[in-house]
């Protein structure tokens, strides 16, 4: 399936690349490190072509990036070194620490190998209700709904609408209209009501999704890993900018009293739900601060800077995403021109 937007970061990529402005621009703008963010890891994803394929990369290359990085300088270590790292404005070296949203279970059966071959410590963040299966991976249901259905009827507050999804353009567009709808329209406490009556319309199981998530017993063998530390992503995964404060402040502590509760030992560390510009800003920033947390990442892209010591709980991060499955391209990233890029000129990207 074809996206525009794809094609051209893919192109900003390669011109800085070929160029050759990516390594002449490393010495100047690579910054003290980075923060990688993960989320599946699979060599066998459900939907290798689907909309939601950046959430998958395959193990090999995990693999390739780590041996690249580390044949390139990074030393990887915990997300707890990475902080007292910049803390000292990056003394020791440049480093990296991985990251992985959600909590998948492939995280565990084909990342965790490749980490353990590599020595590369881990950091999950965990969403409780998305494992009690109180929240849906609603993201991968709409992806079922709409691959389910050639027509899709949507209650739009301007009335009714019936969108064709008969071709994979159509479905392309029907799965923008619908992410839109639930992600703008719809209140966060609400998402998921909307979404089950859309998914019983189509015939689509909506618990399917978290199928892929681990259990607790899972994250428990995950957290008494010695290269593994588990975060907190919040109680519900909500989008925590469209809460009111009192929820959104709840959504931050009520994670950490469960985790304790489950894990015996209380998280230090957050990642926002979703992360961009409409999901977290100042206000989620002092409330992550507020609620003791030591760090705190967005999914803002941009590597780490000496002056990120004064902005701990709004960290960027790059994404080892499934849409740029090439060492080359992270290694661009890595560089630092993208950075600025991808942030309207800031090379010390927060909130």
């Known amino acids: 399936m074809f996206d525009g937007g794809e094609a051209i970061r893919k192109l900003a990529l390669n011109v800085a690349r070929y160029s050759g402005l990516a390594p002449l621009a490393r010495p100047f703008v690579s910054g003290i490190g980075a923060i990688l963010m993960l989320h599946r890891v699979t060599a066998t994803p459900e939907k290798p072509l689907g909309v939601n394929r950046h959430l998958n990369i395959a193990p090999s290359f995990l693999d390739a990036v780590i041996a690249d990085m580390k044949a390139g300088g990074y030393a990887f270590v915990s997300l707890d070194e990475a902080i007292e790292r910049i803390r000292a404005g990056g003394a020791g070296g440049r480093f990296a620490t991985i990251t992985a949203d959600d909590a998948y ?62 071709t994979p353009r159509q479905k392309y567009e029907a799965h923008r209209r619908l992410h839109d709808y639930l992600t703008l329209d719809v209140a966060e406490e609400d998402q998921r009501a909307v979404l089950r009556k859309l998914a019983d319309a189509s015939g689509v199981d909506p618990a399917a999704p978290a199928r892929t998530l681990m259990n607790w017993d899972e994250i428990a063998r995950m957290a008494a890993h010695p290269l593994v530390t588990i975060g907190a992503h919040t109680v519900n995964h909500y989008n925590l900018k469209r809460l009111p404060e009192a929820a959104a402040r709840q959504e931050m502590t009520g994670v950490v009293e469960v985790l304790r509760d489950r894990l015996g030992e209380a998280p230090r560390h957050l990642a926002y739900p979703y992360g961009y510009a409409s999901a ?60 600025p890029l991808a942030n309207r000129g800031r090379m010390l990207v927060t909130v």
């Open 280 to 339: 977290v800003g100042c206000r989620e920033v002092g409330l992550a601060r507020e609620a003791g947390y030591v760090s705190a990442v967005t999914t803002r892209h941009g590597v780490l800077r000496a002056e990120h010591r004064n902005h701990l709980h709004a960290l960027p991060r790059i994404s080892v995403n499934g849409r740029y499955q090439s060492v080359a391209h992270i290694r661009t990233m890595l560089s630092g021109i993208t950075t």
């Open 105 to 166: 279970r492939d995280n565990l059966h084909e990342a965790l190998p490749v980490l353990e071959k590599h020595a590369a410590p881990l950091t999950v963040y965990v969403a409780p209700a998305m494992i009690d299966g109180e929240a849906d991976l609603w993201w991968d249901v709409i992806d079922d709904i709409v691959s389910a259905t050639d027509r899709l009827n949507l209650e739009l507050p301007g009335g009714a609408v019936v969108m064709n999804c008969s």
